[in-house]
C-alpha cells in the first residue's frame, strides 16, 4: 500500500531548523513497519538528517554554508530575485531535496542522535511544502 500526503510547513527563519515534530504530527497514522519518504517541493530550501543533540551545530551549519557560498558573489548570472536567491539554489544542492526513513513501531526509526531538519536558505522564504509518501 502506498499513501500520500502533502502539507505545509509554517515560515522559518533563515538557518536549519528541527521538524521531525512537525513532520510525526502531520503523519499521524503510520504503519507499523514500512518506508517514509520525505521531498521539499522547492529549490531555494532543502531537508536533511543530522544530528540534533547539541544546537551549535545548527550554527556551525549556517556558517560552514556561508562560507562555501557566499552571498553577492560577482560570478552569479541569477541575481533578479535578490542576493540571497543563487547562493539558497546552490546550498539546497548540497542537502538535498529528500529522503527515506524506515518505520518500524508505527514510528520514524531514526538514530538516537538524529534530527530532520528544514533548512531554510532564504532570508523571507515562507511556507515550504513537504510530500510525504508512505510504503507499507
Not at 51 to 67: A, G, I, Q, W
Not at 71 to 77: P, Q
Not at 102 to 128: D, K, V
Amino acid at each position: 500500500m502506498i499513501q500520500q500526503i502533502e502539507f505545509s510547513l509554517p515560515p522559518f527563519s533563515r538557518g536549519f531548523h528541527l521538524i521531525t515534530e512537525l513532520i510525526t504530527q502531520n503523519i499521524p497514522d503510520m504503519p507499523a513497519t514500512g518506508l517514509l519518504h520525505l521531498f521539499i517541493k522547492h529549490t531555494s530550501a532543502g531537508i536533511c538528517i543530522n544530528e540534533n543533540c547539541d544546537p551549535t551545530v545548527l550554527n556551525d551549519f549556517e556558517s560552514s554554508f556561508n562560507r562555501i557560498v557566499p552571498e553577492s558573489a560577482a560570478s552569479y548570472t541569477h541575481q533578479e530575485e535578490g542576493p540571497d536567491d543563487m547562493p539558497a539554489h546552490i546550498k539546497s544542492v548540497l542537502t538535498g531535496h529528500g529522503f527515506t526513513v524506515p518505520i518500524a513501531n508505527h514510528q520514524m526509526n531514526l538514530g538516537t542522535w538524529q534530527g530532520i531538519y528544514l533548512c531554510e536558505f532564504r532570508n523571507h522564504g515562507g511556507s515550504r511544502k513537504i510530500v510525504a509518501t508512505i510504503y507499507a
